[in-house]
């Protein structure tokens, strides 16, 4: 699925990001107060993938360096979010090594597990992820 193509001549940053889904629920980060982009919402984990990363990598490192868990990432992404400056390629993940804890306490200042129904009264970074986690979840 792709949500929405991005203005001609915009400058594109590629970031990657993980539905975690354990029992019914998907682990979101919410994001600190300070934060530069999108603060004082709930977002997926994930990050920037670095230059000449494949996007599966930056997942993997992006995961053991924000929750200090181990993934591996399919071949075939859930999801492509097109912003106006941004692609965020996103994979579902049924399967980890470890427990997600906070270990990027300057970017993020709560985790939490959420259904679907509680996903609706929480203020995402991105509204539409909505959707997709509703899909994912039902």
């Not at 997942?59 to 868990?69: A, V």
């Not at 709560?110 to 539409?128: K, N």
Request: with cysteine; glycine share 8%.
């Amino acid at each position: 699925m792709l949500v929405r193509m991005k203005p001609l001549g915009s400058e594109e940053h590629r970031v990657v990001a993980a539905i975690l889904r354990r029992e019914g629920r998907v682990l979101l980060c919410h994001r600190s107060r300070d934060r530069e982009w999108y603060p004082d919402t709930w977002d997926l984990p994930g990050g920037h993938v670095e230059g000449g990363e494949r996007p599966q990598d930056a997942l993997s490192r992006e995961m053991h360096e924000e929750l200090g868990i181990a993934v591996v990432a399919s071949s075939e992404p859930i999801a492509r979010v097109q912003g106006d400056d941004f692609l965020n390629t996103i994979w579902l993940i049924d399967v980890w090594t470890g427990e997600p804890v906070n270990l990027a306490l300057r970017e993020h200042d709560a985790l939490g597990w959420f259904s679907a129904e509680e996903i609706r009264d929480l203020d995402l970074a991105d509204p539409r992820m909505t959707a997709l986690l509703d899909g994912v979840l039902t």
